[in-house]
């Protein structure tokens, strides 16, 4: 049996803890009511299976929730096109999994150092003049902390203390501009074998990010940053 | 109800609905002292509240007329910034008038901002081109507001880590499936946990109903009505951020006049209209169209913006089914129902309507009832109580 024109075919990876091993069900969605593979999921929870436990929030690649691989990739379900007669949708790797496709966001942030900040300053277009009582625009990070660089990370697979891609970039861009922040302590946390050296420049990561950080650049940013210190003798770790 | 001993355990509250409004009175009754339970279907935040706009409204978009929306909005638009910094662009708004019939509704829009305490600054078209070059350059004029925008997602979610670290259990995935009754008094919830396939009973002193546009959904398991009329809009998040400031329409409120900047996005809402179930996301085509008509008349370069995504949300406004069916017509003030008055329906109280802006005073609303009914003197802490960051929710 295969999936009909009218309808598109999803394999679905379930798994509940106190329901044996992890399978894959699948099931037949109209092809007018996936035309995202998160609009595909929330159908199936709607008409298919009420229990199916799925993130989701905002629905255009804002807030990182939903973030889940498909057909074999990283992707953020609610701008992810279902564009093949079969649709695989598995969790995201290297984040343990809760149930079905939710894994547990805590393992992504405790690779974070404590405390990183939310704003940076606007990419504001420069000919724009900024409104009197305001020094300058601030503006959200692009990284929504969906966790698919960490997925698609070939280290992360094999070292499970390995700070990962999202946490580098961000040391990376507190670099880039410190608003008063530690760097030294920052680099000495990046400055570890679990951390920016650990990186083989796989560059799955940027091909994996929804929010156009370029984790992989960034990371090559920081090893520079470290380099420059460790010749200068002023290495934060020495 | 049985009276409570002051002296015994604290009340235990269970609160039905993980968006901006039932995080929000989890934190304020958690601040309070009571025992705090909230149940949420999804994920937190996964109704409703994640796929509003990301607009922090100054009011000014009520002001003319919705008076006592537009207070609302500017109170808390005031108090937000201070118990959430870091989650709100400091990016202010432009009210902007194109034609002629916009021009007309300018002087009882500054009286409005006026009468509802909003800061209102007129500015004249060059003035508003050297804020925002890629406005259309026809404008005739413009006023700046504190607008802002927020993440929908995570400035909620500070509640949430706000309201564990005082001890409130928060458990998401758990759907209610039922609502627990023994003569005319409601007791607790019945529910289904989704990560574990299990089902369950939850005992409560109170429950309350924070289930946005399916709290009728909800209150029919406890065979009462709320009057309430789910009514979606369809938003389009373009590539590119077209714009710094939040950009609106100078016009009574209508389709396609918001653009919020998000990241590097910019986002064109909304439309309204009625459904009678909140979980259709069906996105009428037509709707999508006019996003990209209305939005490229404020910044012509929507039109040629490439779209990241289309969406909908149901807003959960108040008004009875017989109301007229576009939605735009009802207030977006909130109100609470204690069932016990309305239907004779001990233990059992709703709250609903309003936005994501207000969702800490329709917090501190409803927690003010929740307490009076169970006796407990605690005053509302939330104003002045600054607010854990987002990543603490992922806290052990």
Redesign the interface.
């Given at each position: 049996m295969s999936a009909t024109a009218q309808t598109r075919r999803f394999r679905v990876y379930r798994y509940?803890?106190?329901?044996g091993p992890a399978r894959f069900d699948e099931f037949d969605v109209p092809a007018a009511e996936a035309g995202?593979v998160l609009?595909g999921l929330?159908w199936i929870?709607?008409h298919g299976d009420?229990?199916?436990?799925?993130?989701?929030?905002?629905?255009?690649?804002?807030?990182g929730?939903c973030g889940v691989r498909v057909n074999g990739r990283e992707g953020l379900a609610?701008?992810t096109p279902v564009d093949t007669d079969t649709v695989t949708v598995e969790p995201v790797a290297n984040i343990p999994v809760?149930?079905d496709l939710?894994v547990d966001?805590?393992a992504?942030?405790?690779r974070?150092p404590?405390?990183?900040?939310?704003?940076r300053d606007?990419?504001?277009?420069p000919?724009?003049?900024?409104?009197e009582g305001?020094d300058a625009?601030?503006?959200?990070?692009?990284c929504?902390e969906c966790g698919l660089c960490l997925s698609a990370c070939p280290i992360a697979a094999t070292d499970d203390r390995y700070v990962g891609p999202a946490a580098l970039a961000w040391a990376q861009r507190v670099l880039e501009e410190p608003r008063g922040a530690d760097v030294d302590a920052i680099l000495a946390w990046a400055d570890d074998e679990h951390g920016a050296w650990q990186c083989h420049a796989a560059f799955q990561c940027t091909e994996a990010c929804p929010?156009?950080v370029f984790p992989a650049q960034r990371i090559m940013k920081l090893r520079r940053e470290l380099t420059k210190r460790r010749l200068s003798g002023s290495s934060p770790s020495s | 109800m049985a009276v409570r001993d002051p002296r015994s355990a604290p009340a235990h509250v269970l609160i039905v609905g993980g968006g901006g409004t039932g995080g929000a009175l989890a934190h304020d009754l958690a601040l309070r002292g009571l025992k705090v339970t909230l149940v949420e279907r999804?994920?937190f935040?996964?109704g409703t509240?994640?796929?509003h706009h990301?607009l922090l409204h100054s009011g000014a978009r009520y002001a003319v007329n919705d008076h006592e929306s537009a207070v609302e909005c500017i109170q808390e638009n005031t108090l937000l910034r201070r118990i959430a910094p870091?989650?709100f662009?400091?990016?202010?708004g432009l009210f902007v008038a194109i034609t002629d019939e916009d021009m007309e509704f300018l002087p009882p829009f500054l009286a409005g901002c006026e009468a509802s305490g909003i800061p209102a600054q007129p500015l004249t078209a060059a003035e508003a081109l050297?804020?925002?070059?890629?406005l259309n350059p026809t404008l005739r004029a413009a006023v700046?507001v504190p607008d802002a925008?927020m993440?929908?997602?995570?400035m909620p979610l500070r509640f949430f880590a706000s309201a564990r670290a005082n001890g409130a259990e928060l458990l998401n995935?758990l759907?209610v499936t039922g609502v627990l009754q023994q003569g005319g008094v409601v007791g607790g919830v019945a529910y289904?946990d989704?990560?574990?396939?299990?089902d369950g009973q939850i005992r409560a002193d109170l429950v309350v109903n924070a289930s946005g546009p399916w709290s009728e959904q909800v209150a029919t398991m406890a065979g009462v009505d709320v009057p309430i009329r789910p009514s979606p809009g369809v938003?389009v998040?373009l590539r590119g951020?077209l714009c710094?400031?939040v950009v609106n329409r100078l016009h009574a409120s209508g389709d396609g006049d918001i653009l919020v900047?998000?990241?590097?996005?910019t986002?064109v809402g909304t439309s309204s209209w009625v459904v009678t179930d909140p979980?259709d996301?069906t996105i009428p085509p037509d709707h999508v169209q006019r996003m990209e008509d209305e939005g490229s008349k404020l910044i012509p370069a929507v039109r040629d913006a490439p779209v990241?995504?289309t969406?909908s949300?149901a807003r959960p406004l108040i008004g009875s089914r017989d109301q007229a069916d576009s939605g735009r017509e009802l207030s977006r003030t909130f109100e609470t129902i204690d069932h016990a008055v309305v239907d004779g329906v001990e233990g059992f109280v709703t709250i609903t309507g309003g936005k994501a802006t207000t969702l800490r005073g329709m917090a501190e609303h409803c927690a003010d009832v929740v307490c009076r009914k169970l006796d407990v003197q605690e005053p509302c802490r939330t104003r002045d109580t600054v607010l854990l960051?987002?990543?603490a929710y992922?806290?052990?």
């Open positions: 509940a803890r106190e329901d995202t609009e929330r929870e709607v009420p229990s199916l436990a799925i993130r989701h929030s905002c629905f255009h690649a804002s807030c929730t609610c701008v809760l149930a939710v966001m805590r992504f942030v405790d974070y404590p405390q990183h900040p939310l704003l606007s990419e504001a277009r000919e724009a003049d900024v409104p305001i625009y601030e503006r959200f990070e692009d929504i929010s156009e | 999804g994920e935040t996964s509240t994640g796929r990301g870091g989650s662009e400091e990016n202010d050297r804020l925002e070059p890629l700046r925008t993440d929908a997602m995570r995935h759907e289904r989704h990560v574990n396939g299990r938003m998040a951020r710094n400031m900047p998000q990241r590097g996005l986002v979980d996301l990241r995504a969406w949300a960051p987002h990543t992922y806290a052990a």
